[in-house]
C-alpha cells in the first residue's frame, strides 16, 4: 500500500493489548491514529483524577511512538459521563466545576506540546436530568474555548448525529467562538455534506455501510473505529485492523482513487492536526 491510513479515535488500555494493537494496525498498513484517553477506571481521588488521565494518556503515547513507527497523536479533556458519575458523588455543582478545572488542564496540556486536541468531551449520548445535561453543555463551550485559545481541534462526544443536533453543536461552537471546522464530530454518521453536518468535520465509523455512502459524497471525512482496547470485552466495538481494511475496500472496488484515500488519510489529519501524519514520511 502506498498511501497513509489514518483511524481517528482509538483507546489503548495498558492492561489490554497496547502495543501489540498497534504492531497489528501497523502490519495491517494502518500509519497513524488518533488516541483519545481514557478516564480512570476507579472513581477516587478527585484532586488528582484529571491529572492522572491525562499523564496515563501521555505515557501510552509515548510508549507507542517508541515502540512502532506510526504516528500517534494524543487527545485530552474531561469525559461526558464522567460528569454524571461525578455528580452522584460530589453532588452537580462540584462535579462541573471539577470538570471545568479539566477543561483548562486539557488546553494546557495542549500549549505545553504534550496533546494536539481537546477530547473526547461534549455531553452525555443518552437523557439525563435537565441540569445534568445544561451543566455539560457549559462545559462543551468551555472545552471549545480552551481548544480555540490553545489552537487545536476539539473532539465531541455527544448523542446520536442528526443534521437537527448538528446544528446545535455548531450554534454552541460559534458561540465559543472556534472554527466549526475544527470541531471533530466523533461516532459521526455518513453526514458529510455542508447542509447535514453545518461545517462541523465528520469522524465517521468506519463500518461498511457508512464509510462507502460517506465515500459516495465526497472526501470530507475521517474514518474511526472507537477500539476500546479492553481484554475483559475484546468484542466491543471494532477491531484495530478495521479502518485498513475499509481503506483497502474503498480503492478496490473502485469507490475512491489513491488519491482520494490520500485526501482522507493523509491531508483531512495533517489539516486538522497540523502535523505530517503522511505515510512513511516519519517523525
Ligand atoms: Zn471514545
Redesign the pocket.
Known amino acids: 500500500m502506498d498511501y497513509p491510513v489514518f483511524d481517528n479515535?482509538v483507546?489503548l488500555q495498558r492492561r489490554g493489548r497496547y502495543i501489540d494493537a498497534l504492531k497489528e494496525f501497523e502490519r495491517k498498513g494502518g500509519t497513524g491514529l488518533m488516541l483519545?484517553a481514557?478516564p480512570p477506571s476507579e472513581m477516587a481521588d478527585f484532586d488528582t483524577y484529571f491529572l492522572r488521565m491525562y499523564e496515563e494518556g501521555a505515557s501510552l503515547r509515548d510508549g507507542a511512538l517508541s515502540s512502532t513507527q506510526l504516528e500517534v497523536l494524543l487527545a485530552v479533556g474531561p469525559?461526558p459521563v464522567t460528569m454524571v458519575e461525578m455528580a452522584a458523588r460530589v453532588g452537580l455543582e462540584e462535579a462541573e466545576r471539577r470538570m471545568m478545572d479539566a477543561a483548562e488542564l486539557a488546553g494546557r496540556f495542549v500549549s505545553e506540546g504534550r496533546a494536539d486536541a481537546i477530547g473526547?468531551v461534549g455531553r452525555p449520548h443518552f437523557n439525563v436530568p435537565g441540569e445534568l445535561m445544561e451543566a455539560s453543555n457549559r462545559i462543551m463551550e468551555a472545552c471549545m474555548r480552551e481548544a480555540r485559545s490553545a489552537g487545536c481541534p476539539v473532539i465531541l462526544?455527544t448523542e446520536d448525529p442528526t443534521p437537527e443536533s448538528l446544528l446545535d453543536l455548531s450554534s454552541i461552537a460559534s458561540r465559543a467562538g472556534i472554527d466549526r471546522g475544527r470541531v471533530i464530530k466523533?461516532?459521526c454518521t455518513d453526514l458529510i455534506g455542508p447542509e447535514e453536518n453545518h461545517g462541523l468535520f465528520p469522524s465517521i465509523m468506519a463500518t461498511r455501510s457508512i464509510v462507502f455512502s460517506a465515500a459516495g459524497k465526497g472526501t470530507r471525512f475521517m474514518m474511526e473505529t472507537?477500539y476500546?482496547d479492553d481484554p475483559s470485552n475484546p468484542g466491543a466495538f471494532m477491531g484495530i485492523g478495521t479502518v485498513p481494511r475499509r481503506t483497502r475496500e474503498l480503492v478496490e472496488r473502485g469507490v475512491l482513487t489513491e488519491d482520494d484515500v490520500w485526501k482522507v488519510n493523509g491531508d483531512n489529519p495533517a489539516r486538522m492536526y497540523g502535523r505530517e501524519v503522511l505515510a512513511g514520511r516519519g517523525r
Open positions: 479515535h483507546h483519545i481514557l469525559y473526547e462526544h466523533h461516532h472507537d476500546i
